[in-house]
C-alpha cells in the first residue's frame, strides 16, 4: 500500500511446543488467519527451542496484537505470550506484551 508502514510482527512467541500437540498449533495458526484476514497476512510460523512462533506481516500491529490475543484467549493454549513488532526494514521491536518485558529478540 502507498503511503503506509508495513510492519513485521512477531504476535505470537513462545508458545510452549511440547505442551499442546503440533497439530493443536497449527490449527491454532489457521484459527488466526481467519481472524487476521483483511487487517494482516501470516507470514508464517517455526519451532525452535520448544518454541512456537507465528510471523505476521500487517500495517496495524495493535489491533493484530489485539486480535491475536483474543484467539490465544479463547484458545486456551498454555503460553508465555510475548508479542512486538518493527518496520519491515527496521531493527529495533517495539514491545506489545507483555508490558513488563524489557527485550525482545527472535531467535
Not at 28 to 53: P, Q, W
Not at 68 to 91: I, K, W
Request: glycine share 8%; proline share 5%; hydrophobic share 40%.
Amino acid at each position: 500500500m502507498v503511503g503506509e508502514t508495513r510492519f513485521f510482527a512477531k504476535i505470537i512467541g513462545g508458545i510452549r511446543s511440547r505442551s499442546p500437540s503440533p497439530d493443536r498449533l497449527v490449527a491454532f495458526e489457521d484459527r488466526l488467519i481467519g481472524e487476521l484476514d483483511g487487517l494482516a497476512s501470516v507470514d508464517g510460523h517455526d519451532f525452535g527451542l520448544g518454541e512456537f512462533n507465528i510471523f505476521i506481516l500487517t500495517d496495524d500491529p495493535a489491533e493484530s496484537f489485539d486480535r491475536a490475543h483474543r484467539v490465544v484467549a479463547d484458545q486456551v493454549v498454555p503460553n508465555a505470550m510475548r508479542s512486538a513488532y518493527r518496520q519491515v526494514d527496521g531493527e529495533d521491536y517495539v514491545i506489545l506484551w507483555p508490558s513488563s518485558l524489557k527485550d525482545f529478540k527472535v531467535l
